[in-house]
């Protein structure tokens, strides 16, 4: 309704460049001809001004544009989320930055917790920051969190990702 009345933009495809950078994440577990992102304000979805995504639709409110590849990783782990395990990972999202520990996925990795225990944004924050660090380049870097190399965590994890499993 709000795109109907031009509150909200058309949401465009992702570019090339884009498209390389999800694939080097997600392998071909992350749908990305289904993927939308719509940037700049949107009515009443961005008040808060943070960015988020709803299904298959990535939306950067203006502050933070240009889109950085680190917040494309995560805001598209929760589109695999969706894509491969429906929409629970929207609620268990929320909970999980108001009364839960919200994106510290350091605090799961120490505990020992697999990929499928982490919460959407635990989940979303780990691939976030190891793709900052350049764990997705060719040789990869280590995942390094707090000093402590957590390479072969991410490596599972990995393999749970691009197996589409492990989604909230």
């Not at 509150?7 to 992350?30: I, Q, W």
């Not at 598209?76 to 994106?103: I, K, P």
């Not at 799961?108 to 997705?136: D, H, N, V």
């Amino acid at each position: 309704m709000q795109t109907l009345l031009g509150v909200e933009p058309v949401g465009r495809k992702l570019t090339d460049a884009e498209l390389a950078v999800l694939r080097s994440v997600y392998g071909d577990f992350l749908d990305t001809s289904k993927l939308r992102i719509k940037e700049g304000d949107v009515g009443l979805l961005t008040l808060s001004g943070r960015p988020f995504t709803h299904g298959n639709t990535l939306y950067i409110p203006r502050k933070h544009l240009p889109l950085t590849e680190e917040l494309l990783v995560h805001e598209a782990a929760h589109a695999w989320q969706h894509q491969n395990g429906g929409t629970d990972y929207m609620s268990e999202s929320l909970v999980g930055q108001y009364l839960g520990d919200g994106y510290d996925f350091a605090k799961a990795l120490t505990e020992g917790k697999s990929w499928a225990e982490m919460s959407p944004e635990q989940q979303a924050e780990l691939l976030e920051q190891a793709f900052r660090q350049g764990c997705f380049k060719t040789p990869p870097k280590p995942c390094l969190v707090h000093g402590k190399d957590y390479s072969a965590q991410l490596a599972a994890a990995l393999v749970e990702v691009r197996a589409g499993r492990g989604a909230p």
